[in-house]
């Protein structure tokens, strides 16, 4: 099993920066790819990117590209979502996940493991 914990949520202002981080332990496969998702309130879980195993690809949603940075450190089997100039609509409980294979994926059926979740609240 892996355990992922999500950690650096909170309450911020619009145009204010987060940075949450995902900390896998446990059992680890190689490969894996790592990935955030999000749920706002009534929602579906939404994709909001993606890192390979070898931290040299990621892939963003279209909502957050330019604002958002994916990285991920090996040795420490963490995640990071870095988030700038944050928007009301950006509220949503944020997920990390882990995906037993080398591709990126946006689709969330293809991930293995889940945290908890993380809420990111930003208000106007």
């Known amino acids: 099993q892996v355990q992922l914990v999500e950690s650096g949520g909170g309450l911020v202002q619009a145009g204010d920066s987060l940075r949450l981080s995902c900390a896998a332990s446990?059992?680890?496969?190689?490969?894996?790819?790592m990935g955030w998702f999000r749920q706002a309130p009534g929602k579906e879980r939404d994709f909001v990117a993606a890192?390979?195993?070898?931290?040299?690809?990621?892939y963003y949603a279209d909502s957050v590209k330019g604002r958002f940075t994916i990285s991920r450190d090996g040795a420490k089997n963490t995640m990071y979502l870095q988030m700038n100039s944050l928007k009301p609509e950006d509220t949503a409980v944020y997920f990390c996940?882990?995906?037993?294979?080398?591709?990126?994926?946006?689709?969330?059926?293809?991930?293995?493991?889940w945290g908890q979740g993380t809420q990111v609240t930003v208000s106007s």
């Open positions: 996940a882990v995906r037993t294979d080398y591709g990126i994926s946006a689709y969330s059926g293809t991930y293995n493991y």
């Open positions: 446990g059992r680890t496969f190689r490969p894996y790819t």
């Open positions: 890192i390979s195993w070898s931290g040299g690809n990621t």
